[in-house]
């Protein structure tokens, strides 16, 4: 893959033949300028067209396996009328107007793609195609009404005529920008809410191995470098003796970036990463040298005994409601570090060439990352060309405010003259990296004689995912993580009387959002306390969320999956859980199945109901709800990092496992309830309620309640 120049704009710039629309919506205003005779069109656009009818479309939002080129290329093509099998993607360069609407930044995260682009890219569409639809009816001289679009084409609904949208081009390169064009009905869409496979462009690229992933960026000259990091969290170099690696065959340079990391650049990565072991280093591990998980999960249990932990919410009068209620149940959880661990080992290439630089990566933090390298450097954001890459899976490992694996390349390539690829081994980011944080919660409910919630009474111990970082002045106040906040506070059933707290403690281990973030373990807690509570109540588990809940669209998708599972007439051998939970602004309810034997069960069946306002993509939803479902098993049943003497035990996936084949549910369900409401997110929301479905299973299954994670049996 040569990346000299831009591969998707040549030369940097675009040929006097094309047509952009760039315009940063919903502001009205003139397309973006084009020069009569020139060869650059600004490219903060999102749709090229060219003279031979190839259309382009320049997205912001990166591709890492959740469908959102797919996605958001729908709404585009969808309200353009563009042929779909035959437009090209691409990722889009670093622009304010790709920003996420209401920040200041280009981002793909908390499943916000699709409910933050649709609308605009949509308009984007529906636009340009008014403005083909008039040049044409310019050129025939007749009725807008005497016009439609179709497959890239303008047709003469009279004559059946027909004009490419390429061929209109000089005429719609000077047009005004029309004001509050319609966008189509659903019974118009001929994409928008049908079940679209992935496009056969991102699918003749993985499958032929042409797609091109950050690990695969290869330019002219370039060098590759591997790392020394850390013994332990908190350690500190003291010295090193390089002498014996830097003689090693195609060692070209060892260079202290900080007090934490040597890099060895070599003629190519394995000669570096061979090298890393001849790096005698000295190191401090300071106080935290010693501490185990463990130790860390007594430290955060203690808190619970103090009375003055920050308040979440607090109303009515829970100690009255504990007084009088009929029944009350209690649990403690205790939810371990986890890795991301996606496929693609982490990785960044930096050319720094003086007042100018370019940098490849597949990240999900675009302006910041291009950013932070810009600063490292000590030139303007805009000197550096920035490529965005598709991503090998990330579920929130590349999109780090701290933005390390981006530091530790630019590091590297400053003042070098070579292009060098900094590559994070698998074993340097489960040993290394950033994780979901430790995190212990303690859960207390009480019910009335009518089987009525009364009171719910949690604490929650974990690091802050957003203190220290550009997110903390809004996400982090008196104390408490608004991820700790997240479906707990803002659960979903009717109760009067709240006394929820939560507590950050500080460690040196480095924590990061996972996928579907605080949801992760406040899923778990609320349903499966609410399950005691049911169970405690004499009343079906089921029946008494739908007794409980406020909101009719969590009642019908309980009702639907209850249908589904055939739910109150269920095998009396097997276990069955009921979980719900909203997150990202989608609902999802699970009914699953589980079968306990020899000490291991497995997930037979899931039942699952999806509820995100609607479905712009059927099949993508089911595909994303399956791989959420099939992620969390391996979660729920090995997942876990455990520290000893400030070191992480795990090294790669023969000890970090996930899940397997054998583990994958013999069927999955999915049906969607497109309720009209706001559109929510869809790559996280599967996740939540999976945790809860199966250990609510497991305790129809076993008659005991497992609150810790991995779930070991026996």
């Known amino acids: 893959m040569s990346l000299n120049r831009r591969d998707f704009v040549k030369n940097s710039a675009l040929l006097s033949s094309a047509f952009i629309v760039g315009f940063n919506l919903p502001t009205k ?226 260079k202290k970036l900080s007090n934490e990391k040597i890099a060895i650049i070599a003629e190519h990565w394995y000669q570096a990463k061979m090298a890393i072991d001849k790096v005698e280093v000295k190191w401090d591990k300071g106080d935290f040298g010693k501490v185990s998980s463990e130790d860390l999960e007594k430290e955060y249990i203690s808190y619970f005994d103090k009375d003055d932990l920050p308040i979440m919410k607090k ?80 579920f929130g490992r590349r999109a780090n405010p701290a933005s ?86 803002t659960h979903p059933y009717n109760i009067a009387n709240h006394d929820l707290k939560a507590f950050c403690p500080d460690s040196p281990v480095p924590v990061l959002w996972l996928r579907s973030v605080g949801h992760t373990t406040s899923a778990p807690v609320v349903e499966n306390i609410v399950d005691q509570a049911a169970i405690a109540s004499g009343i079906d588990p089921l029946d008494f969320r739908i007794k409980n809940l406020k909101s009719p669209r969590f009642v019908k998708l309980l009702e639907n999956v209850a249908k589904q599972s055939d739910w109150y007439n269920r095998e009396k051998n097997s276990g069955y859980g009921v979980a719900i939970a909203e997150s990202f602004g989608s609902i999802v309810a699970y009914v699953v199945k589980v079968k306990v034997e020899n000490n291991d069960f497995k997930v037979q069946n899931v039942w699952g109901a999806v509820d995100c306002g609607m479905a712009i993509n059927p099949l993508g939803i089911e595909n994303q709800i399956e791989g959420c479902i099939n992620f969390t098993i391996g979660y729920i049943k090995y997942a876990q990092i455990s520290l000893e003497n400030g070191a992480t035990v795990q090294n790669n996936f023969y000890d970090y496992e996930v899940n397997r084949i054998k583990d994958a549910p013999e069927s999955i369900n999915v049906e969607i309830i497109n309720s009209g409401e706001k559109i929510g997110g869809i790559g996280e929301v599967g996740v939540p309620p999976m945790f809860a479905a199966v250990i609510n299973a497991l305790y129809d299954a076993t008659g005991k309640r497992y609150t810790n994670f991995p779930i070991k049996l026996g």
């Open 315 to 394: 109303d009515g009068n829970t100690n009255e409601a504990f007084k009088n209620a009929k029944k009350v149940v209690e649990a403690q959880y205790t939810f371990p570090f986890l890795a991301h661990a996606p496929m693609e080992p982490l990785n960044c290439t930096v050319h720094h060439q003086g007042s100018k630089a370019f940098m490849s990566v597949g990240g999900q933090f675009q302006t910041l990352y291009r950013g932070t390298c810009a600063k490292i450097l000590g030139i303007k954001p805009e000197d550096v060309e920035y490529y965005n890459n598709y991503l090998g899976s990330s």
């Open 404 to 489: 390390d694996f981006v530091i530790d390349a630019v590091l590297v390539a400053k003042d070098e003259k070579w292009p060098i690829q900094t590559l994070w081994t698998r074993e340097d980011d489960i040993k290394m990296g950033y994780y979901r944080p430790l995190t212990v919660n303690k859960a207390k409910m009480a019910v009335d004689e009518n089987g009525y919630i009364t009171a719910f009474k949690a604490d929650v111990i974990n690091q802050s995912l957003t203190k220290g970082t550009m997110f903390e002045g809004f996400m982090y106040k008196d104390g408490i993580d608004a991820t700790q906040r997240e479906g707990l506070e």
């Open 29 to 254: 205003g003139m397309a973006s300028k084009v020069e009569k005779k020139s060869e650059v069109i600004e490219p903060n656009a999102f749709i090229k067209i060219d003279k031979d009818n190839t259309i382009t479309f320049y997205l912001g939002q990166v591709e890492m396996g959740q469908g959102a080129y797919t996605g958001i290329a729908m709404c585009i093509a969808d309200e353009l009328d563009a042929f779909w099998d035959e437009i090209i993607f691409e990722p889009a360069p670093v622009n304010d107007v790709f920003n996420i609407p209401g920040m200041p930044m280009m981002l793909t995260g908390g499943s916000m793609s699709i409910k933050t682009q649709q609308q605009r890219v949509r308009q984007v569409g529906a636009t340009l195609r008014y403005m083909l639809k008039s040049a044409a009816a310019k050129k025939w001289q007749v009725r807008m009404y005497d016009v439609s679009t179709k497959d890239s084409f303008v047709i003469n609904k009279k004559t059946k005529e027909k004009l490419s949208y390429g061929s209109l081009i000089e005429d719609i390169k000077n047009m005004k920008l029309p004001n509050d064009v319609k966008l189509k009905s659903a019974k118009e869409h001929t994409l928008i809410g049908k079940r679209i496979k992935r496009h056969p462009l991102e699918v003749e690229e993985k499958i032929t191995g042409q797609a091109k992933f950050g690990i695969d960026v290869r330019l002219p000259n370039m060098k590759y470098a591997a790392l020394v990091q850390p013994i332990s969290f908190g350690a500190k170099i003291i010295s090193y003796d390089d002498s014996k690696a830097k003689n090693m065959p195609g060692i070209l340079k060892i």
